[in-house]
């Protein structure tokens, strides 16, 4: 059985937003046609408490987009987003939620970031969505959303791990692109055995 994971479409990361993808409100339309086609559609929210590790203001002397050395590793300082309650953190507008049967949230704990939809930074704290999939016979997941080479990254990179079949619609996702990142991204997605498809294909 096969399912939609839209990851983190949210105020924040489109245009105008704290943390904006560019461009990354332009695949709402396509996620709200392909939802149509899904009987089960899961999303994931970031979802952050003020003053979160992840952000460059709760560290002295640091800008947005430097790095940091966190407990678990090297992670990227962010623009404070996706504050819990907060109009940047809601979904957005225009993205048809109605048909959501389970709403992820990551990034609540104030010392970890989560990317990934399965896994926290620590790559060990779990967000249970393996054993909500795996309860329900789901063994297909086709990916959307934001960032292509954060977020969505990390949860394609970790569903294969944790043994799933995964689909990456390019039409559908776009990215922040630090440093060739988004390029990167698709590499590392495909090379742990990710496989691409269009929207068009899926609609058809
Ligand atoms: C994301 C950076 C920080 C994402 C979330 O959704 O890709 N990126 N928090
Ligand atoms: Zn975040």
């Not at 983190?8 to 086609?37: R, Y």
């Not at 990227?76 to 959501?100: E, I, K, M, Y």
């Not at 016979?137 to 791990?161: E, H, M, P, Q, R």
């Not at 996702?173 to 269009?198: F, R």
Request: charged share 25%; hydrophobic share 35%.
């Amino acid at each position: 059985m096969k399912a939609l994971l839209i990851v983190d479409v949210q105020n924040d990361f489109c245009p105008g937003g704290a943390l904006e993808v560019p461009n990354g409100d332009t695949i709402v339309p396509v996620i709200n046609k392909l939802s149509k086609q899904f009987d089960v559609v899961i999303q994931t929210q970031d979802w952050h408490p003020q003053g979160h590790s992840s952000f460059a203001s709760s560290h002295e002397e640091k800008q947005p987009f430097e790095t940091t050395k966190m407990p678990y590793g090297e992670q990227v300082l962010w623009p404070d987003h996706c504050v819990q309650g907060s109009n940047g953190a809601n979904f957005h507008p225009d993205l048809d939620t109605d048909r959501s049967q389970l709403i992820i949230r990551k990034g609540f704990r104030k010392d970890i970031d989560s990317y990934s939809a399965f896994f926290e930074n620590d790559d060990a704290t779990t967000t249970g969505l393996t054993g909500y999939l795996r309860e329900r016979n789901i063994d297909t997941l086709y990916t959307v959303g934001l960032a292509t080479d954060f977020c969505v990254k990390w949860s394609v990179i970790d569903g294969l791990k944790e043994g799933f079949n995964l689909y990456v619609v390019e039409d559908a996702v776009k990215g922040i692109d630090i440093e060739g990142s988004v390029g990167q991204a698709w590499s590392e997605m495909t090379e742990a055995g990710a496989q691409k498809i269009t929207s068009q294909e899926l609609l058809t």
